[in-house]
């Protein structure tokens, strides 16, 4: 078997019989394009080349077409991907109006809401409001300084309260819870010119209900307050004092009853 192809090459290289077979013919064939004939006929390395190459040149044709058929489909697979990206971002984008739109509606409600919540609350306020002889009193549940009590009345559309009779100091006093020494701000000061005590309205304090001894200016003390506390025997008429206007108490405010 070895022999036979030993023999086989031996063959295919040195050919027989015919004239193809020297080896001068053989390697002149590139350098003489005048022996075709012989080319022909003789190398079988030729042919094969030949073939090799034809086929190569098939595989090369078929590799470019079905590369740039791929490359086709390719492009469009990114065309439908393309739209596809553009039909999901249309419909994000209606999406988007229509969530802007209920965002809308959603933020009329909340204001409608909170116009209601805010009347209801001035019915509540409404309710903390006391009627005496054409006033109505209102006594905070919260601390403030001497005037921004007096800010908060007013936006109430009122004034910390005016005194004027033991009547209505007495009304008042009765609003107000006991305790260990429960104050309260109320419409008077003295803060322009010591010792001179004045009205919220500008005018000027006759008489009063101070405790004995008060008011004192004991350390620099230019606003009004009372007190009820748990002593049973301390009355109404008794009850004012005078502290820094600072402090942060509860106040006490007033205003007109509207007809
Ligand atoms: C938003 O789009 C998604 C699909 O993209 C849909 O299921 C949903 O219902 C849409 N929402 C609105 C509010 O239009
Ligand atoms: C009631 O109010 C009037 C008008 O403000 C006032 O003149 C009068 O003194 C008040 N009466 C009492 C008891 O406070
Ligand atoms: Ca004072």
């Known amino acids: 078997m070895t022999a036979n192809r030993e ?9 027989p019989e015919d004239d193809c077979s020297s080896p001068e013919v053989r390697y002149s064939v590139f350098q003489n394009p005048d022996k075709s004939r012989k080319l022909f006929c003789q190398d079988p390395f030729k042919v094969a080349t030949a073939c090799l190459t034809a086929f190569c040149l098939v595989l090369l044709m078929i590799l470019v077409v079905t590369s ?32 802007t739109e209920e965002l809308q509606a959603v933020k009329k409600e909340k ?23 054409g006033s109505c009193y209102y006594v905070s ?3 403030r300084s001497w005037s ?11 004034h910390l309260a005016i005194i004027l009779t033991a009547e209505e100091q007495t009304f008042i006093w009765n609003l107000l819870p ?39 200016n004991h350390i620099n003390e230019d606003c009004g307050y009372m007190i009820k506390t748990n002593v049973l025997s301390r009355v ?5 004092y005078d502290a820094p206007c600072y402090m942060s108490l509860p106040w006490i405010c007033e205003k007109l009853v509207s007809s």
């Open 7 to 15: 023999g086989m090459h031996t063959n295919l290289i040195d050919g």
């Open 68 to 99: 740039v058929h791929s490359g086709k489909t390719r492009s469009s697979d990114q065309d439908s991907q393309s739209s596809a990206a553009e039909s999901h971002m249309q419909k994000n984008c209606a999406n988007v109006s229509s969530l």
């Open 111 to 133: 204001s409608e809401l909170e116009k209601e919540r805010t009347q209801l609350k001035n019915r509540i306020t409404e309710l903390d409001w006391k009627h005496f002889n």
């Open 141 to 143: 549940e919260y601390r």
């Open 148 to 158: 921004d009590s007096q800010a908060y009345c007013k936006r109430q559309g009122g």
């Open 178 to 216: 006991r305790g260990y020494w429960n104050a309260y701000w109320f419409g008077i000061s003295d803060e322009k010119i010591e010792e001179d005590w004045y009205w919220v309205d500008g005018t000027k304090l006759v008489g009063g209900f101070w405790e004995d001894g008060e008011p004192n």
């Open 236 to 240: 109404a008429t008794k009850s004012w």
